[in-house]
């Protein structure tokens, strides 16, 4: 089992930076697919990009492709996101998420772990 824990989000204005990390307890780290999903006012919660086990296999969701970037260190057992040119619509919690596979989805039902989100707010 691995607890996920957020840090990293705040108010940053539109065009800002923001580097989002996610710390994991437990053994295996490296063993988790990790990924990161958000949900803005209103409405679903979304994927924004998953890290294969050894990182070297980073997806995004299109519209972010460009803006946001997703790594991890397995000697920290830490994912990060880092969110650059941030927009008003960015605006949502931000959650890390995890599976312990070798396969990975972008669906949030393929997650069986989940941090508690960290708010993001970019004001225009």
């Known amino acids: 089992q691995v607890q996920l824990v957020e840090s990293g989000g705040g108010l940053v204005q539109a065009g800002g930076s923001l580097r989002l990390s996610c710390a994991a307890s437990g053994r295996t780290f490296s063993s988790y697919v990790m990924a990161w999903f958000r949900q803005a006012p209103g409405k679903e919660r979304e994927f924004v990009a998953r890290?294969?086990?050894?990182?070297?296999?980073?997806s995004y969701t299109d519209s972010l492709k460009g803006r946001f970037t997703i790594s991890r260190d397995n000697a920290k057992n830490t994912v990060y996101l880092q969110m650059n040119s941030l927009k008003p619509e960015d605006t949502a919690v931000y959650y890390c998420a995890a599976v312990y596979s070798s396969s990975w989805s972008d669906l949030e039902r393929f997650y069986d772990y989940w941090g508690q989100g960290t708010q993001v707010t970019v004001s225009s």
């Open positions: 890290i294969s086990r050894s990182g070297t296999m980073p």
